[in-house]
């Protein structure tokens, strides 16, 4: 029997893989300062209509239903990097992704149920539904630049009165350095999936989470932990949103029951200004961060998302890289130190080349 040592008891292990999201019950613990995620207990959660009593079952890439998946291999005997690196001011790349599709699914949250989610967004990989599984999207076709990635990139719809409002052409989806270190930073594992955010977070744990970036803007508004009362009615003014992904991994299982715990934020190394990963997540993966931008302005009083207030944001993201192209794309944007378009190109260092050709793929 593996060993699990954030392992819950056996019959909270159902309630949390599907309440845990919802924010139903939960409590933090102090013995992970750098993880985001409180763990659910509540064994019946009530969502956008459904009330849903929670089981563990076995499914999808979860062989036994206990909410964990364990990383082939694990990744263990890492120590957190607290070098201080050559001065590079970028280490990054953009994967930029068209949406794809909406549903009330969520492969994550709610494996296997279709219709069980409020609604989202999709951008990336074409397929993605509740059933979705690492096998079902690796490989796929995607809306993304780079035809290797097609991994799964979600968020809840966003509406004006009953309208729903769809983000126009790719969007921005930055992979860059979240510790001070970026040399450390390592791919993605293949399956490694998580969610950013809570849809029943209040305005304040929003603006206090640890991914806010700017919270909602547009036009000269920043700053908003909510929607804007109003934005100026011009073609060129949309509604805008940053959030950005913890970015430390604990090596050991790719999704866990609260679809949180296994990740975790930077912290800062004490006495200096330096990011690094917390010693129970030692290892550095991309830093993701969400740049929506949405064809919405004027009035904004009807403006609301599937999942509620304009705090309520979230989103979700399930890696399915092809794992030749993301090593590649991370070795020379991110460890390189460089600004990278998605072909992998820095236009201030041209000397240093692409990683990738004309077509997004490996040459």
Same mark, same amino acid.
């Not at 849809?199 to 744990?205: C, G, L, N, V």
């Not at 030749?324 to 600004?339: F, W």
């Given at each position: ?189 293949? !399956? ?10 209040? =305005?304040? +744990?929003? /603006?206090?989470? %640890?991914?806010? *970036? ?93 999942? !509620? ?10 890696? =399915?890289? +092809?794992? /030749?192209?993301? %090593?590649?794309? *991370? ?33």
């Amino acid at each position: 029997m593996r060993s699990s040592p954030k392992r819950l008891p056996a019959f909270l292990l159902g309630t949390a893989l599907v309440a845990s999201v919802l924010g139903v019950g939960t409590f933090a613990s102090a013995a992970d300062p750098g993880v985001d995620a409180p763990i659910a207990t509540a064994a019946v959660v009530d969502h956008s209509g459904h009330t849903m009593a929670a089981s563990a079952q076995a499914l999808g890439d979860d062989a036994d239903g206990d909410g964990y998946i364990p990383a082939v291999p694990q990744v263990t005997g890492v120590t957190p990097s607290g070098a201080t690196p050559p001065q590079a001011y970028f280490h990054e790349f953009q994967a930029n992704c068209a949406v794809t599709h909406t549903a009330p699914d969520d492969p994550i949250v709610f494996p296997g149920q279709s219709g069980a989610s409020h609604d989202h967004t999709f951008m990336g990989n074409r397929s993605t539904d509740a059933a979705s599984t690492t096998g079902s999207l690796h490989g796929g076709s995607t809306t993304c630049k780079a035809p290797a990635d097609a991994s799964a990139y979600w968020m809840p719809s966003l509406y004006k009165g009953d309208q729903k409002i769809l983000p126009v052409g790719p969007q921005v989806i930055y992979y860059k350095a979240g510790v001070t270190d970026y040399r450390s930073v390592r791919p993605f594992p293949k !399956g490694l999936r998580f969610v950013v955010g809570n849809p029943m977070q209040s =305005a304040q +744990e929003f /603006r206090a989470h %640890k991914g806010f *970036v700017e919270g909602w803007e547009c036009g000269d508004s920043f700053f908003n932990t909510d929607f804007p009362a109003s934005c100026p009615s011009r073609p060129d003014v949309q509604l805008n949103l940053r959030m950005q992904a913890p970015s430390c991994w604990n090596g050991l299982y790719l999704d866990t029951p609260d679809h949180r715990s296994h990740m975790a934020y930077p912290v800062v190394k004490p006495g200096t200004n330096d990011n690094m990963c917390p010693a129970s997540h030692p290892v550095a993966l991309p830093m993701i961060e969400f740049k929506m931008a949405w064809p919405v302005n004027g009035d904004m009083s009807q403006v609301r998302l599937a999942s !509620g207030r304009g705090y309520s944001f979230h989103y979700d993201f399930f890696n =399915a890289w +092809e794992e /030749r192209t993301l %090593k590649a794309m *991370v070795d020379h944007c991110i460890v390189g130190g460089l600004q990278c378009d998605p072909r992998g190109y820095d236009q201030n260092q041209p000397q240093r080349g692409a990683v990738l050709n004309a077509e997004y793929r490996l040459p």
